[in-house]
């Protein structure tokens, strides 16, 4: 952080204010959503800072003049090589008329996004003073967190759903991490992890810490980076608890605050129509959170039916029209998953190609005109769910050696 700005905490919520130094990680007067907020005190030196281009690749000091840390107490050694994902123009898929860019994220050490927002985490639990952290999920965030916190040296505690898929705990377990199947209420956990782990000395990095979101929003920073400045029409990304989609906007309206954007992109979440809570209140103009019943999806990452950020999420769209919600079934997620692959050689676990299904969707329903730029954010990687994909249907050829050549000069038509 630099000297012309100061950061604090504050509720989303009933705006009551925290010091930035307090470990609080939800509201105490309204249980709502928190925020770290700057204070710019000259919108031009931040301007300035950020485009001086201090080129370090550890992201947290790359960009430390929009982030909540103190830059010499920043620890380049526990980063894992996050972040510095490329931003790809489309080849195939540009049969849409759109002019499309697909923000990698799934190059991620661990394989999604999730590590922008745990090295930040980490580094807000080691300012604390604490040696344990902490995680409620199943899959991709509790991957990031196990491996971030083994590189620390610290302790780490993974809270799972007592149902869940063995298959989905390898990629876990891989970094040794405290394993608990939790029974009982899994939203419910996640208010009661921060309240343990506040008591007992935990800092649990959950999925809209206030601290990730900031280690998020730094993907916002590079996509404005590699378009040069020339803000893009919209921004479509897959939506779970609500965390990523605040942070997408948080940055996009801070980076507009101090001038490095002209304009702000309609930011566009995509949820699955078989787990669709944020969706269906957006749908009624309704400001709450309905706890979605039977959630079924092929896309796991974003299969949460009661999102702790929802709330924060539908403020933003209802009041502040920073975008939309828009659901995509699990056909449509699964086409455009052999689409992004066949088409342009990005392999995305079923949520991160939930942003391709929902472009197409929104070419077919008129809401894109013809070359308007869009970048869809790929979350996370194919190879964390192999599940899905059907090899038995697969078109593979079987041969001894004297029918390869044959096969070699027919190919397959590309
Ligand atoms: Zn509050």
């Known amino acids: ?94 049969d849409l008329g759109i002019d499309i860019y697909y923000k990698n994220e799934a190059v991620n050490p661990t394989g999604s996004f999730k ?151 309609q930011v566009v979440g995509v949820q699955a129509a078989g787990c669709r809570p944020i969706a269906a209140s957006f749908a009624e103009g309704e400001l709450n959170i309905k706890r979605f019943q039977n959630p079924r999806t092929v896309a796991q990452a974003i299969a949460n039916p009661c999102p702790p950020s929802g709330r924060r999420i539908l403020r933003k769209l209802l009041q502040g029209k920073a975008g939309f919600i828009l659901t995509v079934t699990d056909a449509q997620i699964l086409a455009a998953q052999k689409r992004l692959a066949k088409e342009e050689g990005i392999f995305a676990q079923p949520a991160g190609a939930a942003p391709l299904a929902a472009l197409e969707k929104m070419v077919r329903e008129g809401i894109l005109k013809k070359a308007e730029k869009v970048v869809a954010i790929v979350s996370g990687s194919g190879l964390k769910d192999l599940s899905v994909i059907n090899t038995a249907e697969a078109d593979i050829l079987e041969s001894d050696f004297a029918g390869l050549r044959a096969i070699l000069i027919r190919g397959k038509g590309v």
Request: glycine share 8%.
């Open 115 to 265: 590590d922008r927002g745990t090295i930040a985490g980490i580094h807000r639990a080691i300012s604390l003073g604490v040696k344990k952290v902490g995680t409620v999920s199943t899959g991709n965030m509790a991957a990031s967190v196990a491996a971030y916190a083994a590189r620390a040296g610290l302790e780490c505690f993974v809270f799972v759903s007592k149902n869940i898929k063995e298959h989905k705990l390898a990629s876990i377990i891989a970094y040794n991490p405290t394993l608990v199947k939790v029974e009982g209420d899994y939203g419910e956990l996640y208010y009661r992890s921060l309240e343990l782990g506040m008591q007992e000395g935990v800092y649990f990095i959950n999925s809209d810490d206030l601290f990730r979101v900031e280690g998020q929003k730094t993907a916002i920073y590079e996509i404005c980076e590699q378009l040069n400045f020339a803000a893009p029409d919209y921004i479509i990304l897959p939506v779970s608890s609500g965390g990523n989609m605040a942070a997408v906007i948080k940055g996009l309206e801070e980076m507009h605050a101090v001038g490095l954007i002209d304009s702000l992109p």
């Open 1 to 94: 952080m630099i000297m012309s700005s100061f950061a604090y905490i504050a509720c989303t919520c009933c705006g009551k204010e925290y010091k930035l130094d307090t470990w609080q990680q939800r509201c105490s007067q309204c249980r709502g959503e928190l925020e770290v907020r700057y204070k710019f005190a000259e919108p031009g030196a931040v301007r300035k800072e950020f485009l001086s281009r201090k080129r370090s690749r550890f992201i947290l000091q790359r960009y430390s003049c929009c982030l909540p840390f103190n830059f010499k107490r920043l620890n380049p050694a526990l980063s894992l090589g996050e972040g510095n994902t490329p931003l790809i123009r489309a080849a195939g898929s540009n």
